[in-house]
């Protein structure tokens, strides 16, 4: 789907626009867009809001209503991600046979990779905790409970799903007082996710590294895994390739033992022994003639090669 | 030793004045300190998970385990001190998260930048206004102070000498600078096309406003001969024509490419060629074909099998001798064309039309 544009723009700030929708090495943090799909409940308006408010600064909540199945044609968000340079989006629908269904997904090159339909069973809002919430942007942590985000492989993706969704952007440094929002993602085999955001309270330990403790912030949801598009292993290893500019170098020939030392290998070229300069003697030593000799059949040879 | 066991006593009872940040887990729970992440694999307690007024604390407790000892592996890295601000730099994220575009592909160089990085040739920054003695004044290097400029300046033109004393210089002008504008699009176009590695048609011979010069004649005039079906080689030759040569031709005639011949060798080379060429003609052995060679000698088996067949007696007793209407009626239908045919025998079975 990506286009080399062959039109050149006409205006300067067109021309930035379309440089700036061109691919990058290094990406920024992944924009997101929710959308409203045919009839949505209240349920499923306010946890799409609420979603929105956990990851708002890098996404962008569109009110209006579509007429749209995206299992069956996507086109419009791949449209709508296009055109919003989004590469996630959440959609939330509801109808008798699904009710309050929420579709989180990610697209790849504006074409869809994955998306996972969820069932929003129990929800409760984060206006219903009524406490002190995080600031805005902060870097959540991401706790994974069960073993059923390994075994099964909906699940499995839908755990990097949920990542790429809330890991915000990769850094290189955090602030300790900065660690104060904690999400919480539990699932079963039965494939119930228990989804839950708390707020992160260090407390004295007597040492350096703090106790903690929880407490609820909201929203806490109840999803039921429901219908799933994952992306095929080729494009989702082809959508996973990082770029030779960000791959770490690696040396060669260079190796550490058991004990630490660095060990280096290098490789020398044949010995030339006929060259090898031997014990200088007195009596091996060569006379004017002979050095004059030399020195024609050199010359000779030289005429010779180059003719 | 009073003194110790006071102090190890009173540490003691500080500690108790505190909560642990120790966790037991039965299995080792995996982080990702980079993206700040924790997964833990250890079963889930199912019976008070399904309970709706023991799920919250539950899943809380075991949140809180997890996080402390996500913080716990947070807190042992090296921290800095940034502006009144205590921060630990996070080692590089393990989890591999899908890009949200492909990765760029370098962008295709042009004929010129080829070109230009084949000779070494380096862009000269030039700046961005000149002065203009004439005007008195800066000019820029381009846009529409820059046309003001030119427009100034050339408020007359003057026809040259060898030119048509009519001829409107500015119209000229102008026409040279469409022409430009066009080449240069056109070859931006072309860019694209090498890049995308489309063929494009070989648009001919350059058509410039003025008069085509004469090697330019004389390469239309060849490739206009050779445009026929035989490839112009029935073509009369006009008296003193010149075979056309140069760039071009060969492109455009098809057949006609031009084969480069090789320098004449040294006796050296030329020793060591033959030499190399009878090495090989000595040194070589016959080539095997394996499957020729296997369908030879299935060949030969089958043969074998058959003069055995034939040469072998028939069995005694077994076997009826026929007679002459010897009607044999079998469920196989006779199909001709298969041996030799016996005209004196006559064919078994119904006759079949």
Redesign the interface.
């Known amino acids: 789907m990506?286009r080399?544009f062959?039109r050149k723009p006409t205006t300067r700030k067109g021309k930035k626009v379309l440089l700036s929708k061109?691919?990058?090495?290094v990406?920024g943090p992944?924009q997101c867009i929710f959308l409203q799909g045919r009839n949505p409940s209240d349920k499923t308006r306010k946890l799409l809001k609420d979603v929105y408010e956990l990851k708002k600064p890098d996404a962008a909540f569109l009110s209006r209503k579509n007429d749209f199945v995206p299992f069956e044609d996507a086109s419009l968000i791949e449209k709508m991600c296009y055109k919003k340079e989004a590469?996630l989006f959440g959609v939330g629908s509801h109808s008798k046979k699904r009710p309050h269904n929420i579709i989180l997904g990610?697209?790849?090159?504006y074409g869809i990779?994955d998306m996972i339909e969820l069932g929003a069973d129990k929800f409760k809002a984060m206006s219903e905790f009524h406490n002190m919430k995080v600031l805005a942007g902060l870097?959540?942590?991401?706790?994974?409970?069960?073993?059923a985000?390994?075994l099964n492989q909906d699940l499995k993706r839908l755990?990097?799903l949920f990542?790429?969704f809330f890991?915000r952007e990769?850094?290189?440094?955090?602030?300790?007082?900065g660690?104060e929002h904690?999400l919480?993602f539990?699932a079963?085999e039965n494939g119930?996710i228990?989804f839950?955001s708390?707020r992160?309270l260090?407390?004295?330990?007597?040492?350096?590294?703090?106790?903690?403790?929880?407490e609820?912030i909201g929203p806490?949801i109840d999803f039921k895994l429901r219908r799933t598009k994952l992306?095929s292993d080729d494009l989702?290893k082809?959508?996973?390739?990082?770029?030779?500019e960000v791959k770490p170098l690696t040396k060669k020939n260079i190796s550490k033992d058991a004990f630490g030392t660095k060990l280096g290998r290098i490789h020398i070229g044949k010995q030339d022994i006929p060259r090898l300069q031997t014990r200088k003697m007195k009596g091996l030593k060569k006379t004017p003639e002979e050095k004059k000799l030399m020195l024609r059949k050199k010359k000779l040879a030289r005429k010779?090669a180059t003719? | 030793m009073d003194i110790v066991n006071e102090i190890l006593e009173r540490e003691q009872k500080k500690a108790e004045k505190y909560k642990p940040i120790t966790v037991e887990k039965h299995l080792d729970v995996e982080f990702d300190v980079g993206t700040l992440l924790a997964s833990d694999t250890n079963d889930l307690d199912l019976k008070v998970i399904q309970r709706d007024n023991e799920r919250d604390k539950y899943l809380e407790a075991l949140t809180r385990d997890n996080t402390q000892l996500l913080l716990n592996k947070v807190w042992e890295l090296p921290t800095e001190r940034i502006d009144e601000a205590i921060v630990v730099r996070l080692p590089v994220p393990k989890t591999l998260l899908p890009r949200s575009k492909p990765v760029p592909k370098p962008k295709p160089l042009t004929k010129w930048q080829e070109f230009a990085k084949a000779k070494g040739i380096t862009k000269k920054k030039k700046d961005k206004a000149q002065w203009d003695e004439q005007l008195q004044k800066w000019v820029p290097l381009f846009g529409f102070k820059k046309a003001a400029a030119e427009k100034e300046k050339n408020w007359l033109i003057e026809v040259p000498q060898n030119a048509d004393p009519m001829t409107d210089m500015y119209e000229k002008k102008a026409s040279e600078k469409s022409e430009k504008v066009a080449k240069n699009e056109l070859q931006r176009l072309k860019n694209i096309a090498r890049a995308r590695k489309v063929k494009i048609p070989r648009v001919g011979i350059p058509v410039t406003s003025d008069k085509a010069s004469a090697t330019q004649l004389a390469t239309a005039a060849v490739v206009a001969k050779a445009s026929t079906a035989s490839l112009g080689k029935f073509q009369d030759k006009l008296p003193k024509e010149k075979e056309a040569r140069g760039k071009g031709i060969h492109e455009l005639i098809p057949g006609k490419e031009r084969k480069r011949k090789a320098p004449i060798p040294t006796p050296q080379q030329e020793k060591q060629n033959n030499l190399n060429l009878i090495d090989k003609i000595l040194n070589k052995r016959p080539k095997i074909d394996m499957e020729k060679a296997v369908a030879k000698h299935i060949h030969t088996e089958q043969i074998q099998r058959s003069e055995e067949k034939k040469t072998a007696k028939p069995s005694k007793g077994k076997r009826k001798t026929k007679g002459v209407n010897a009607t044999n009626f079998t469920a196989k239908k006779p199909k001709a064309g298969k041996g030799q045919r016996n005209p004196n025998k006559k064919a078994t079975g119904r006759k079949r039309r």
Not at chain 1, 139 to 147: E, M, Q
Not at chain 1, 238 to 244: A, F, G, N, V
């Open positions: 990506f080399v062959t061109e691919p990058k090495p990406e992944k590469a990610r697209t790849f090159n990779l870097k959540p942590c991401l706790i994974f409970n069960g073993p985000w390994d755990k990097s990542i790429d890991h990769k850094v290189e440094s955090i602030r300790l007082q660690l904690a919480s539990t079963t119930s228990y839950r708390y992160i260090l407390k004295k330990s007597g040492q350096r590294t703090p106790r903690v403790e929880l609820e806490s992306a989702y082809e959508s996973c390739k990082i770029p030779r010779q003719a």
